[in-house]
């Protein structure tokens, strides 16, 4: 499978903008990018600053919203789509329990666009679906998501991205549209919006801030460093089957409040804090998350027996190099912080 026009949704959010990066770098895809980015608040191009530049004729930013289905379908006639990675989506499980609306409209129906119009249209070869291991619920203190475990989506977020997944199941299923479907674990790594766990925690340390530990901080995600998922998208775009799921996951499994102290220990090796005090004293218990899931685990065997890809970084490499990250790039934290990548897109984009 050759890909030309590859359309990447959502590609200046966090994965996305690092997959833009990861992907052009590569010998093996020699194709163009199509980046479609509403640029919602999570939407930022500084994360892709200068790679027009750095791949000349390789990579267009196009500002549009998925759920804009004519829009949707200029797109793909004008820039000859014949795949989709699809990343766009709100992705904050806080967020979407206290706003549920616009996760109804871009996870639900955005796909659902960009589904009719990918089944339309001519010569086309791949839609992708970036998914989530929180669209199988919460497990007990043992077992794993293997791609069998029925979905039991418990948030608004989760419901709105097993939907998705269902339609896309769907499309190929009814229609014989080429998808694949892949389910992740939690990420972390470089241009991370500072309301996820990791990063706000490194940066609410760094400036002496509390640092809100939701319930009794036991609750368990499983990490993977951000680079391990794109490496991963890609070897299933280009290996894997049309039609089957993917579970991507770092065998990392940790309650919060551990990766809450480690982040405060290597940051206090890193940037010592003035008075020499550890940051651990600045963790603060706080209400937990309505409906919380208790633990998420994912079994990677699929992947890793069929495909051959295992990840790279340990939860220890990969927040190390997050955590020198961030701290090499205050310029992006401030304007992060200050909201002013947004004041630029409106002076750019407009609206
Ligand atoms: P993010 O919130 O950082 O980025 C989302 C991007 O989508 C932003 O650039 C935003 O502007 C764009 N977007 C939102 N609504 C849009 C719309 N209507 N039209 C066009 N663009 C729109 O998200 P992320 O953390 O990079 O996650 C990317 C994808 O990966 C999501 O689908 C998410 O469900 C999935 N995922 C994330 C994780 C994780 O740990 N972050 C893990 C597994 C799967
Ligand atoms: O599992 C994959 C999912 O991981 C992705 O699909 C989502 O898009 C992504 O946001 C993430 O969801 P989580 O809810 O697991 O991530 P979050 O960073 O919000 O929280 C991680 C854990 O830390 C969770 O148990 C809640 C807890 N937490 C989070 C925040 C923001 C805290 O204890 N305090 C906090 O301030």
């Avoid at 979407?96 to 010569?123: C, K, M, V, Y």
């Avoid at 794993?144 to 499309?171: C, G, M, W």
């Amino acid at each position: 499978m050759i890909i030309k026009n590859l359309m990447v949704t959502g590609g200046c959010g966090f994965i996305g903008s690092n997959f833009i990066r990861d992907l052009l770098a590569r010998p093996d895809f020699t194709g163009r990018i199509i980046n479609v980015d509403k640029l919602t608040y999570a939407g930022n191009p500084e994360n892709l600053a200068g790679i027009g530049e750095e791949y000349p004729g390789r990579y267009l930013f196009r500002k549009a919203d998925i759920c804009d289905r004519r829009l949707v379908r200029e797109l793909f006639e004008m820039d000859e789509v014949d795949a989709v990675c699809h990343f766009a989506a709100e992705s904050h499980v806080d967020r979407s329990i206290r706003h549920p609306e616009d996760f109804i409209q871009t996870n639900i129906t955005g796909t659902f666009n960009l589904l009719e119009t990918a089944r339309a249209s001519r010569g086309f070869v791949l839609f992708y679906q970036v998914s989530t291991d929180e669209v199988y619920g919460s497990l007990g203190a043992a077992g794993y998501f293997t791609e069998e475990t029925p979905y039991r989506p418990n948030s608004p977020y989760s419901a709105s991205k097993a939907a998705a997944d269902h339609l896309v199941r769907a499309y190929h299923h009814t229609y014989g549209l080429p998808a694949i479907i892949s389910n992740c674990s939690n990420n972390y790594g470089p241009y991370q919006f500072p309301e996820k766990l990791v990063p706000l925690m490194i940066l609410n340390a760094l400036e002496g801030k509390p640092l809100p530990v939701y319930g009794d901080g036991k609750n368990v995600r499983d990490w993977l460093y951000v680079g391990d998922h794109c490496d991963a998208i890609w070897t299933v775009m280009k290996e894997g089957a049309p039609g089957e799921t993917y579970n991507i996951g770092g065998n990392s499994e940790m309650e919060n409040i551990v990766i809450v102290e480690m982040i405060c220990d290597v940051l206090d090796e890193m940037a010592p804090a003035s008075p020499g005090r550890s940051r651990r004293n600045l963790i603060a218990f706080v209400k937990d998350r309505p409906g919380h899931d208790r633990r998420y685990a994912i079994d990677a065997t699929k992947i890793r027996r069929e495909l051959h890809w295992a990840p790279r970084e340990s939860f220890v490499s990969g927040l190390r190099k997050t955590i020198a990250w961030y701290l090499d790039n205050r310029v992006w934290i401030d304007h992060v912080r200050s909201g002013s990548y947004q004041d630029w897109i409106q002076e750019h984009y407009g609206g």
